[in-house]
């Protein structure tokens, strides 16, 4: 519907049924074939799941944060902050496939990878959470130097930011939730505060 659809707007009904049927069965195989990766990692899948998301989510939320909350972003930076966010995330991806965790019963040893992959290796062995904190701080200061040594954003533009609304949907949107909407969303993030440090 993304992109099929408005690549082909006048496809009928069914033609865009039979193109969901083909992209969900591209993605299930992609999923299938994923596997044997996920297996060359090493890690529980809680751990995989957290590792990867780790790696692509400081260039997203950066993006997210400062198109939202700081006027002063601007495209240029975005696009060029996202790119080395992503590529530093799909980096660390790529040196954990090839490398992987050192193991012992017959697998390389650390000292034998350390001579194959030298710096690699080193930067393959800060844990994934140090890592992703690191991509995060770099996207932070690339989007605010690009932004501040790049033209600022004409006023129409910022329509969309936390700046850009009228008193009118300001008022909207606080009339749209009430202390029962607090409550429940206190609830749902104490729960998932204890799955968090019951699996610590």
């Known amino acids: 519907m993304d992109f099929y659809q408005k690549w082909h707007p006048t496809a009928s009904g069914r033609t865009q049924v039979f193109v969901g049927r083909i992209a969900t069965g591209v993605i299930v195989l992609v999923g299938i074939l994923w596997i044997p990766v996920m297996k060359t990692l090493g890690?529980?899948?809680y751990e995989y799941l957290q590792s990867v998301q780790g790696y692509m989510s400081p260039a997203i939320a950066v993006l997210f944060v400062a198109g939202i909350f700081w006027k002063r972003t601007t495209a240029p930076a975005a696009f060029w902050s996202f790119l080395v966010g992503a590529f530093?995330?799909?980096?660390?991806?790529?040196?954990?496939?090839?490398?992987?965790?050192?193991?012992k019963d017959g697998h390389a040893t650390a000292e034998m990878l350390q001579v194959q992959y030298g710096f690699l290796f080193n930067l393959q062995q800060i844990h994934w959470l140090y890592y992703a904190e690191g991509l995060l701080i770099v996207t932070v200061l690339l989007i605010v130097v690009l932004s501040l040594l790049t033209?600022?954003?004409?006023?129409?533009t910022i329509v969309y930011t936390a700046y850009g609304a009228t008193p009118e949907e300001k008022a909207a949107?606080?009339?749209?939730?009430?202390v029962w909407d607090?409550?429940?969303t206190?609830?749902?993030?104490?729960?998932?505060?204890?799955?968090?440090?019951?699996?610590?």
């Not at 530093?88 to 050192?102: A, K, N, S, T, W």
């Not at 949107?173 to 009430?178: N, Q």
């Open 43 to 45: 890690k529980n899948l």
């Open 88 to 103: 530093g995330g799909f980096f660390r991806l790529g040196l954990d496939l090839l490398i992987g965790r050192p193991l």
């Open 182 to 184: 607090v409550v429940h």
């Open 151 to 156: 033209k600022a954003p004409a006023k129409e």
């Open 173 to 178: 949107t606080r009339a749209s939730w009430d």
């Open 186 to 200: 206190v609830i749902i993030l104490g729960i998932v505060a204890v799955f968090y440090f019951s699996f610590w």
